[in-house]
């Protein structure tokens, strides 16, 4: 039976995203200086007005406003004309020390407790090399590609703001073909429309293999014809809005807290990092195609209160032995996870685009597969397969 998946992809200027990118930079800045720093920053932005409000417990002192102005220059917001530049917008700055009750159950974490309760998943799937949703990797590549090309000007009248979107055919869980691309980009406003089709319909022939594309493939390139106003000038943004574009583009379960502007003690995001480590680790293996890794916390307490698993019904074993072995070779508890992971050395500022998951550039702790061979010499020893 045939069905259709669809995946977003955000550019470094559309306005979430710069709100992700400057808390995280404000993160990153603390974590190389501080590794104990306390940080739970939100960023809002409205117009020509930056926002940044949250808690920072640190032993160390940083420019945050000199610091945002350098994030959103590097996106690529450094003309007037864009309507929104660096050095003509007002920052607002609201940060005060992390509340005692919160600083209880992380304080200790390395003997004690997660900062905080929630619900975190993890992902992976053998479709893709990147064992990650193949319309999500396309709508990504695309998103990624635009952005290059826009800030090498090899298309100089690209700018900052930019979505992709891949919709594509599934048959038996495999995917078939792309049913539709959309394609809407910021440009200048003297660039014809004939002109941005041309070159867009070019990138997306660069991007998406071949042999994902039919004739009746869609290619919608600006919708609505125009795309000059855009940024902050056209859309307000908020910290932690673009939660699929952050993780698998819609395809698994998101307990709802964001990653960005949260320092390693926030179990919202390093959870989410270890269950994608664990997943991707037990795909590698070859015990499912697919596999969803929850796991759930209470503040103060360092063993999860529940690890679940969903194999989507590709599970070449029983769940319960797949449980077995999260148990004897993986440890969701804080101290563990920040330490495996080398949390506090984390390029989070470059995480805040083009996905947290994947990146096989930036040679992330939990994208490796090093836990493979103790798997399976694990399930040899134990006749568990």
């Known amino acids: 039976m045939k069905r259709y998946r669809t995946s977003e992809a955000v550019c470094p200027g559309h306005p979430d995203k ?16 501080d590794a104990e720093a306390r940080v739970a920053v939100e960023v809002a932005i409205s117009y020509q007005t930056v926002f940044i409000m949250g808690e920072v417990t640190s032993q160390v002192s940083l420019d945050i406003e000199a610091l945002a102005r350098q994030v ?13 530049c660096y050095d003509q ?19 200790k974490y390395q003997e004690l407790g997660a900062g905080d309760q929630g619900i975190m998943y993890g992902y992976a799937t053998d479709e893709t090399i990147d064992y990650l949703p193949l319309p999500f990797v396309l709508a990504t590549k695309l998103a990624k590609r635009l952005t290059e090309l826009g800030r090498t000007k090899q298309i100089p009248y ?21 049913e539709a691309v959309v394609l809407s980009t910021q440009h200048d406003p003297d660039i014809s429309f004939a002109q941005l089709r041309y070159d867009l319909e070019l990138v997306m022939k660069e991007v998406i293999p071949e042999v994902y594309m039919t004739l009746e493939t869609k290619m919608l390139i600006n919708p609505t014809g125009r795309f000059v106003i855009g940024g902050p000038v056209a859309d307000s943004g908020v910290t932690g ?3 699929m574009v952050d993780t698998y583009g819609g395809f698994a379960l998101h307990g709802g807290g964001a990653f960005s502007g949260k320092d390693p003690t926030k ?7 270890y269950a994608r480590y664990v997943a991707k680790n037990i795909v590698a293996s070859k015990l499912a195609r697919r596999v969803t890794i929850g796991v759930s916390y209470a503040i103060g307490v360092a063993k999860p209160l529940a690890i679940t698993i969903d194999t989507h019904h590709t599970g070449r074993v029983d769940d319960a032995i797949i449980l077995k072995v999260i148990d004897q070779v993986f440890c969701f508890e804080p101290k563990h996870m920040i330490l495996e992971l080398r949390m506090t050395t984390l390029p989070y500022q470059t995480l805040a685009t083009f996905g947290h ?10 994208e490796r597969l090093d836990k493979v061979e103790q798997i399976e010499t694990l399930l040899a020893d134990q006749n568990l397969i």
């Open 89 to 107: 917008i007002q920052v607002l700055i609201d940060l005060h020390s992390q509340s005692p009750d919160i600083a209880r159950g992380v304080s």
């Open 267 to 273: 179990v919202d995001r390093t959870a989410a990092y």
């Open 18 to 33: 710069i709100c992700d990118q400057i808390a995280d930079a404000i993160v990153e800045a603390y974590m190389k200086q």
């Open 158 to 178: 690209l700018r900052p703001d930019g979505k992709v979107q891949v919709t594509m055919c599934y048959e038996e869980d495999t995917p078939q073909y792309v």
């Open 241 to 243: 809005r673009k939660l």
């Open 357 to 366: 998951f994947g990146r096989v550039e930036l040679d992330l702790p939990y």
């Open 72 to 84: 959103i220059r590097e996106i690529g917001y450094d003309q007037a004309t864009y309507g929104f």
